[in-house]
């Protein structure tokens, strides 16, 4: 079946630090990839994400990368701020259906 | 955009009750979705709420124990049946507003079920 694959499963770094997340899908139809960040007791909210006719995305401090053919995509945060510290979720439609298969979380920790 | 408002927020239930969770839209959208999230856990699609008719349930969810409305295009509800504390968790009402599964997904803030 389908499936998202997500690492690490925690991160932690250092303010101004980067961060990156890795994702794999094995759906080679897929072609919408989104990134979610969840805050305690809140629920996910979209922060980025990537159609499969572009490589990379930027919006400020935070891109998104995807490679294709490798099945592969990427959540990249420069220089982190403590109020990054949240829950991130990579996801990744299903086909055949109007299901999203989500990866299984990365719990990012921004030391100040 | 869309915001979504859940309620209630949280609960403390007893075993063998049932709860109905409501989901309530600001704006017209396309799909619902309920998803079930354990503590520190990915989030686990429960059904598709179909205006009208009857939700479209995932594989391990069944009807009689998760029956699901959707009256209108903008609210939903989600009941959870004959509580056991396995149902402890959170549950999160979730909307597109596009047609299929390639746009944004709107949460609400989730509803955090503990059943004793």
């Known amino acids: 079946g389908e499936n998202v694959e997500q690492h690490p499963s925690t991160l932690s770094v250092q303010e101004g630090d980067s961060a990156v997340i890795k994702c794999t899908y094995s759906?080679?139809?897929?072609?919408?990839f989104p990134w979610y960040k969840q805050e305690l007791g809140k629920g996910p909210q979209l922060i980025i994400d990537?159609?499969?006719?572009?490589g990379e995305k930027k919006d400020q401090r935070i891109a998104v990368t995807l490679n294709k053919t490798a099945k592969h995509f990427s959540l990249h945060i420069t220089e982190t701020q403590p109020e990054d510290s949240a829950v991130y979720f990579c996801?990744?439609?299903?086909?055949?259906?109007?299901?999203?298969?989500f990866g299984a979380g990365t719990r990012l920790f921004v030391k100040a | 955009s869309a915001v979504i408002s859940q309620k209630p927020s949280r609960d403390i239930c007893q075993r063998g009750t049932s709860l109905t969770i409501q989901c309530q839209v600001d704006?017209?959208?396309?799909?619902m979705f309920w998803y079930r999230q354990q503590p520190g856990q990915s989030l686990t699609l429960i059904a598709t709420?179909?205006?009208?008719?009857?939700?479209?349930?995932e594989s391990g969810f069944v009807i009689d124990k998760f029956p699901i409305s959707r009256p209108n295009l903008t609210f939903s509800t989600l009941t959870v049946s004959n509580m056991s504390p396995e149902d402890s968790s959170i549950y999160l009402c979730?909307?597109?507003?596009?047609?299929?599964?390639?746009?944004?997904?709107?949460f609400g803030e989730g509803s955090r079920l503990t059943v004793l």
């Open positions: 996801a990744a439609p299903s086909s055949g259906g109007f299901k999203t298969i």
């Open positions: 979730s909307a597109s507003q596009g047609q299929g599964n390639t746009g944004e997904l709107f």
């Open positions: 704006s017209q959208v396309t799909m």
């Open positions: 990537i159609r499969s006719n572009v």
């Open positions: 709420a179909n205006q009208g008719s009857e939700a479209t349930y």
């Open positions: 759906d080679s139809a897929s072609n919408y």
